[in-house]
T-cell receptor, first 113, second 115 residues
């Protein structure tokens, strides 16, 4: 089983709809979880961290389910500008550091007018 | 602040050539890293540094060298380019404190083709 798995998509969603996608991770010792956004031919940027209690930032909600070992990202009232690839990132090492991060391959989201 | 800068943006090499990808950050971040991103693969860590004078290997270090003589700069050297090193290379930096250490600030990337 791969360490971090995501449905690559693409998810084709009409503007204004709600879309959700999950990311599963295999290491039960994983410490921290994040969603990054990557636009076409650009660098990844942190979208939000995922806390145990869930995390909401405007139209974006991230949830963690430790028992089933997955995190989710929900986007409400989707905008054309939400079209991007969403990378799931899991950290297995306490104390930080790039060597503890595992990046998923990403889920490609296309918002259609 | 310019953030993380990388040069060049594009590069074509012949097999066997060597070159250095430059990376600099002006945020006084302790951590710096190099990743490669290939189609159908997640970002993979090549080398990283937790401070000036300290470097360590990541997941895919073979064929690459790094050095960190200053906090700001973290160049990546390809010793003898191979077609398998055709990829997009991202440099990243982060603070060293708690959760902030996980927020990677990425440079714009270098697209490298080895023929």
């Amino acid at each position: 089983r791969k360490e971090v798995e995501q449905d690559p998509g693409p998810f084709n969603v009409p503007e204004g709809a709600t879309v959700a996608f999950n990311c599963t991770y295999s290491n039960s010792a994983s410490q921290s979880f994040f969603w990054y956004r990557q636009d076409c031919r650009k660098e990844p940027k942190l979208l939000m961290s995922v806390y145990s209690s869930g995390n909401e930032d405007g139209r974006f909600t991230a949830q963690l389910n430790r028992a089933s070992q997955y995190i989710s990202l929900l986007i409400r009232d989707s905008k054309l500008s939400d079209s991007a690839t969403y990378l799931c990132v899991v950290n297995i090492k306490p104390g930080g550091g790039a060597d503890g991060l595992t990046f998923g391959k990403g889920t490609h989201l296309i918002i259609q007018p | 602040n310019a953030g993380v800068t990388q040069t060049p943006k594009f590069q074509v090499l012949k097999t066997g050539q060597s070159m250095t990808l430059q990376c600099a950050q002006d945020m006084n971040h302790e951590y710096m890293s190099w990743y490669r991103q290939d189609p159908g693969m997640g970002l993979r860590l090549i080398h990283y540094s937790v401070g000036a004078g300290i470097t360590d290997q990541g997941e895919v270090p073979n064929g690459y060298n790094v050095s960190r003589s200053t906090t700001e700069d973290f160049p990546l050297r390809l010793l003898s380019a191979a077609p398998s090193q055709t990829s997009v290379y991202f440099c990243a930096s982060s603070l060293a404190l708690g959760l902030a250490a996980y927020e990677q600030y990425f440079g714009p990337g270098t697209r490298l083709t080895v023929t």
